[in-house]
């Protein structure tokens, strides 16, 4: 058997509405259909493929981390996402991807669950002035 693409990632939350602000507001998924499942949550798409589910009512993890280390989106308008970050207050790690081919921007965070995002955001886009 082999993988034929990502599918999804599952995001633990105590606060449903604070989980949705962030990922539908600031970073612009969109919230759509999901099953009547027995427990709160939601799932949010790009597109049509929903890349997100939201479990709420579960007690999160002592390491909100676990094992898994982060989750990346691939992103466009860069400086329009660190002015949204910088505006609610969220910090970021920006760096270029040093290797072979085009250096991308790659921008980390921390939900308001503790899971780490990354953005991936083409190498043809504009740095922030101050970077």
Do not use: K
């Not at 709160?40 to 993890?61: E, F, M, S, T």
């Not at 990346?72 to 505006?87: C, Q």
């Not at 760096?95 to 072979?100: K, S």
């Not at 250096?103 to 504009?126: C, H, K, T, Y």
């Amino acid at each position: 058997m082999a993988i034929a693409g990502m599918n999804h990632f599952t995001v633990l939350t105590t606060d449903l509405e604070l989980t949705l602000s962030f990922y539908c507001g600031m970073l612009g998924l969109r919230q759509g259909l999901r099953p009547p499942f027995q427990f709160p949550g939601a799932w949010l798409y790009c597109g049509d493929q929903a890349v997100l589910h939201i479990v709420a009512g579960r007690p999160l993890p002592q390491d909100p981390a676990g094992v898994l280390d982060h989750m990346a989106f691939s992103a466009d308008d860069l400086n329009g996402t660190i002015a949204r970050l910088r505006a609610a207050g969220v910090e970021y790690d920006l760096r270029r991807l040093v290797g072979t081919g085009p250096q991308i921007w790659q921008m980390f965070f921390r939900d308001p669950n503790g899971a780490r995002v990354e953005l991936d955001f083409a190498a043809s886009e504009p740095g922030p002035i101050d970077y």
